[in-house]
């Protein structure tokens, strides 16, 4: 009998002892909560805006493998054929405004930077001087406001001319011909080479001259190649000869010589391109990623066999000029992720990630390392697109400019569909800007 009291004693002590350590143990996590139990932290992800080309998917893809289980990259895709630049801009603005957190990084047409800077994450504590060096000059300085770092380049774009090498090389003196291309033809013999020509459908000179930035960065490579400003402080001054003879070329290409085709004053690059390649064009004004653009639109051709690189035209007595674009990145101030950010900016960023983009979508490099490698110096293009970076030039670096952009593009174009004398065009543009007035096209 007492071994029974003594096994049972045993027993209730033991599931006293049991009951006990599950109540502590209960009481314990619900006042500390689960802080000691060990678990996996979850991925963090980052949503990135821009248009998501072949070799932005590849880039992206690249990360997240390496990235795996800590951050993932989720773009969110604004492709060129859908989105102006403009309205790619518009979309962005109304969209950090509102402060959201679910816009971590974005690209932006360089030329907004300073448009952008408020919205934005300051960069300069995280890429001191030293680390910017990597850089082109011409891709790096478009990311500074008021001194201050807030973007770092994502790739860089410089105009070209393409010339049709088969169609020109069925004319006579070729050789002649293509020398002057090589060595910076001017307008003047250009147009004279139009003339003779007289090749059907006015397809002998195309470029985008929709109411839109494109037409912008003709105007003002043709501006800036006489040293001529249009911005002056807090106004801009667009009624000089430099300004109607820079307007007064591109509406003389469509509608006096004939050798543009009046269909491209509603037509931005890729309405360009295709119309340029479905009429036998011969020379067409456009970017590094025009061949890339072939490939994926035009399947089956050989781009680089067919057309081939110049210089873009200059007048007689003016220095050749190509005007500057390309993307950079930034990230938004009102990001809960920005360290995920930081790591994806440094990512694409580095080499490998640059010659993805390269190779896979047409996008030049903005690290200065592949110029200098010897496997890019011997590629032909990078030899041409060497020679060609010396000769760039810059839209203005302005808070308002993209203000002034849309005002004066607007007109440019009302000019080029003869609605407006070029006089005429310029002065209102100006009139528009300088007066403060609101605008609504």
């Not at 105009?159 to 088969?166: E, F």
């Not at 781009?303 to 190509?322: C, Q, R, V, Y």
């Not at 302005?398 to 003869?418: C, F, M, P, Q, W």
Request: hydrophobic share 40%; aromatic share 14%.
């Amino acid at each position: 009998m007492k071994f029974v009291k003594k096994t049972l004693s045993k027993f209730y002590f033991t599931l006293l002892a049991i009951i006990g350590f599950a109540l502590i143990t209960f009481v314990f996590i619900s006042v500390i909560g689960d802080g000691f139990i060990i678990k996996e932290e979850p991925e963090t992800k980052i949503y990135f805006v821009d248009n998501i080309s072949d070799g932005h998917k590849l880039v992206i893809e690249k990360f997240n493998k390496q990235y795996a289980g800590k951050i993932k990259v989720v773009p969110i895709d604004l492709p060129f054929e859908k989105f102006s630049t403009n309205e790619r801009k518009e979309l962005l603005i109304r969209y950090l405004r509102g402060r959201s957190d679910r816009i971590d990084i974005f690209s932006v047409d360089q030329i907004w930077t300073q448009r952008f800077a408020k919205f934005v994450e300051p960069l300069g504590s995280y890429f001191p001087v030293n680390k910017r060096e990597q850089y082109l000059e011409a891709a790096i300085e478009s990311c500074y406001y008021k001194g201050q770092l807030v973007a770092l380049p994502l790739y860089f774009d410089i105009s070209v001319m393409y010339y049709n090498d088969k169609v020109l090389r069925s004319i006579q003196n070729y050789e002649a011909i293509k020398k002057d291309l090589d060595n910076f033809i001017t307008w003047e013999k250009l147009i004279l080479l139009g003339n003779r020509i007289k090749q059907p459908n006015n397809s002998f000179y195309f470029f985008a001259a929709a109411d839109f930035e494109g037409l912008m960065c003709s105007f003002i490579e043709l501006l800036n190649s006489q040293n001529s400003e249009m911005i002056k402080g807090d106004s801009v001054k667009l009624t000089t000869p430099s300004s109607v003879k820079s307007l007064q070329l591109l509406v003389d290409l469509i509608n006096k010589y004939n050798l543009t085709p009046p269909e491209v004053t509603g037509y931005r690059e890729p309405d360009t391109y295709n119309h340029f390649i479905k009429n036998n064009g011969i020379f067409l004004r456009g970017w590094p990623s025009f061949y890339k653009w072939c490939e994926s639109n035009w399947k089956g051709t050989n781009p680089e066999e067919i057309f081939k690189l110049a210089p873009l035209p200059h007048f007689a007595g003016s220095k050749p000029l190509s005007v500057i674009g390309g993307w950079n990145l930034m990230i938004s101030a009102a990001s809960k992720k920005k360290w995920a950010a930081l790591e994806f900016l440094k990512f694409v960023n580095e080499y490998e990630s640059q010659l993805i983009l390269f190779k896979h979508s047409g996008f030049l490099p903005v690290v200065k390392s592949f110029y200098e490698n010897a496997d890019s110096s011997s590629d032909p293009k990078i030899s041409f697109y060497k020679k060609i970076i010396k000769t760039y030039t810059n839209r203005p670096y302005s808070e308002n400019y993209t203000r002034y952009s849309d005002v004066i593009a607007h007109y440019l174009n009302l000019a080029l569909k003869r609605k407006l004398n070029v006089v005429d065009a310029l002065s209102k543009a100006e009139q528009v800007i300088n007066s403060k007035q609101i605008f609504i096209k």
